[in-house]
Every structure is written in structure tokens, then in C-alpha cells.
């Protein structure tokens, strides 16, 4: 079975402040998709790294995957009210044949306050 | 393009009942998946529909079941409800099948009494 494990669970931060969460794994993916939860609503998709060190940046976020792919982190610079939510990685495997899994993390709930 | 539209959004049922709920992926998508969203256990894989083909199945009870169409829409059918059931049910769309880029629609919060 392959399970992520994030951290933290919670995280209430000032508005301004830097921040980063984790997701870890004794398992190898192929590619890890971060999403972000806002209540009420299903995760939107932020990124999806397929490299092992691969770096990418949306704005004020950057995206890490690990040199081994069983791990990633994802830096919030500046964190803004607006970042509220529920952080999602997920990480894809092949289950057998040409059969791909997905499997979420429980997730990292942000809280920026203003 | 209109995203993934779940119906219906919220739904109250009764222990032993049943319940279908309703899925319909982004244009042009031909994988369906679902998933179960609860605060202990977070976000858990149901199955996933291709081509309306079961392509993976999560580790659920059989009462948990689904098919999917030939326009893509696809439904999700939990019988004999039990109270743990009570969930957010998010259906998630994909243009190829696997771990490819998944749109979420908003859910359907099932509470069961």
C-alpha cells in the first residue's frame, strides 16, 4: 500500500509570513500532484512534478520533488489570507499492468490570518 | 468549458437506505473517478471508470458501486447505508486514464442518520 504522510496537519500562520509543508513517502512515484481545498469545494489542481529534483514556481508557491520521488514539499512565500485552505499532495503509481493509481495524503489545513 | 458538475450537492438519508449519486466529467474526459472525503481518514480512492470500463477499484465494501456511460457521465450507487457512510463524495475527471490531471467537481455531502 502506498501511503503519504504530510506535515503538519494544521498550520495558522500571519499574513506575511514564509512557510512550508511536507509530503513523504517510503514509497517511489511517478509523478506527485499538489491541489488545494477550499471548504465547500473539490481540490483544484496547483501542480504536477514528474522529475526526481524537479523545482517549479507558481508565484508566490514552489513545488519540490525529490531526487528519489518519494517525497515533495511545497514552499508559500509571503503567505496571504487568500492561501487558506487545505493542501492536498497526491502521488501517482502504476498498480499492475497499464493500471495508474492515485493516492492522496489526508493533508495540510492553512490558515492565514490577516 | 464547464467543469465537472456532482449532483445532487447535499443528500440526508436513512440508515439501510440506499443512495445514487450523479457525475458529469468536463467535455471531452473519458475517465471518471470517485472518491470519499471524510476529516479521519481524508481523501480515499472508490474507483475509477474508463470508456465505461471499471480500470481500479479502491479498497471499499461491495456495497459501493458505479458505472459510467457512453456520453462519460457517470454513477456512483452506495447500498445499505451505514453511518460511517457519511462523507463528501467528489467525482473527479480526466482526459486519459491513471494519475493524469484530475478535476474535481464541488461534491455531494451525504449525511446519513
Known amino acids: 500500500t502506498q501511503l503519504l504522510e504530510q506535515s503538519p496537519q494544521f498550520l495558522s500562520i500571519q499574513e506575511g509570513e514564509n512557510l512550508t509543508v511536507y509530503c513523504n513517502s517510503s514509497?517511489?512515484?511517478?509523478?506527485l500532484q499538489w491541489y488545494r481545498q477550499e471548504p465547500g469545494e473539490g481540490p483544484v489542481l496547483l501542480v504536477t512534478?514528474?522529475?526526481?529534483?524537479e523545482v517549479k514556481k507558481l508565484k508566490r508557491l514552489t513545488f519540490q520533488f525529490g531526487d528519489a520521488r518519494k517525497d515533495s514539499s511545497l514552499h508559500i512565500t509571503a503567505a496571504q489570507p487568500g492561501d487558506t485552505g487545505l493542501y492536498l499532495c497526491?502521488?501517482?503509481?502504476?498498480?499492475?499492468?497499464?493500471?495508474?493509481?492515485?493516492?492522496f495524503g489526508k493533508g495540510t489545513l492553512l490558515t492565514v490570518n490577516p | 468549458k464547464a467543469g465537472v458538475t456532482q449532483t445532487p450537492r447535499y443528500l440526508i438519508k436513512t440508515r439501510g437506505q440506499q443512495v445514487t449519486l450523479s457525475c458529469s466529467p468536463i467535455?471531452?474526459?473519458?475517465?471518471v473517478s470517485w472518491y470519499q472525503q471524510t476529516p479521519g481518514q481524508g481523501l480515499q480512492f472508490l474507483f475509477e471508470?474508463?470508456?465505461?470500463?471499471?480500470?481500479n477499484k479502491g479498497n471499499f465494501p461491495g456495497r459501493f458501486s458505479g458505472r459510467q456511460f457512453s456520453n462519460s457521465r457517470s454513477e456512483m450507487n452506495v447500498s445499505t447505508l451505514e453511518l460511517g457512510d457519511s462523507a463528501l463524495y467528489l467525482c473527479?475527471?480526466?482526459f486519459g486514464s491513471g494519475p493524469s490531471e484530475q478535476y474535481f467537481g464541488p461534491g455531494t455531502r451525504l449525511t446519513v442518520t
Open positions: 473527479a475527471s480526466s
Open positions: 514509497s517511489v512515484f511517478s509523478s
Open positions: 512534478v514528474v522529475t526526481g529534483g
Open positions: 497526491a502521488g501517482g503509481f502504476n498498480s499492475g499492468g497499464s493500471n495508474y493509481k492515485l493516492t
Open positions: 467535455s471531452g474526459h473519458r475517465s
Open positions: 471508470y474508463f470508456s465505461e470500463t471499471q480500470r
